[in-house]
């Protein structure tokens, strides 16, 4: 969402507004496909592709709107974290004892033309570990507890 963005980083680019949805006495602002159907713009830069989108909103999932926008003949910049890949779900899920209901189904993930994996710098982990921003099962803490702090 373009309120976490820092203004600095938008300077120059297009924002295209998101359609207001109503949804348990909750507004909640969502990506409007129409809108970026419309403008037609050579590149849309997505957030969260493993979204769930709002009732009433023409797919269910985010990456359902990516493909329809690709299929539009739309290039598409999107995240995920690695834990909504479908195949790695459980994998991540026994590391961290979380298991995401978000995910992406792997012949998404596997259109992608190219794709670029971000990390934080290693103090950067350590600190969100302690701060209890990262998940981690329980059992994972008492056998490595060495190895992070």
Request: negative net charge.
């Amino acid at each position: 969402m373009a309120a976490r963005i820092p203004k600095k980083l938008l300077e120059g680019l297009s924002i295209l507004p998101h359609r207001e949805v109503q949804y348990r006495g909750t507004l909640i602002h969502e990506f409007d496909i129409d809108a970026a159907l419309a403008r037609k713009p050579q590149l849309i830069l997505i957030d969260e592709l493993a979204h769930t989108n709002a009732p009433g909103s023409r797919h269910p999932k985010r990456w359902q709107d990516v493909n329809e926008l690709l299929d539009a003949g739309i290039s598409v910049y999107t995240t995920i974290n690695v834990q909504h890949l479908e195949s790695l779900n459980d994998v991540v899920a026994r590391i961290t004892g979380v298991w995401v209901k978000e995910t992406v189904p792997d012949e998404v993930f596997d259109k992608a033309d190219e794709i670029s994996l971000v990390d934080i710098p290693s103090e950067e982990l350590l600190k969100r570990l302690k701060e209890g921003k990262v998940y981690i099962a329980p059992e994972a803490k008492k056998t490595r507890r060495a190895e992070f702090f």
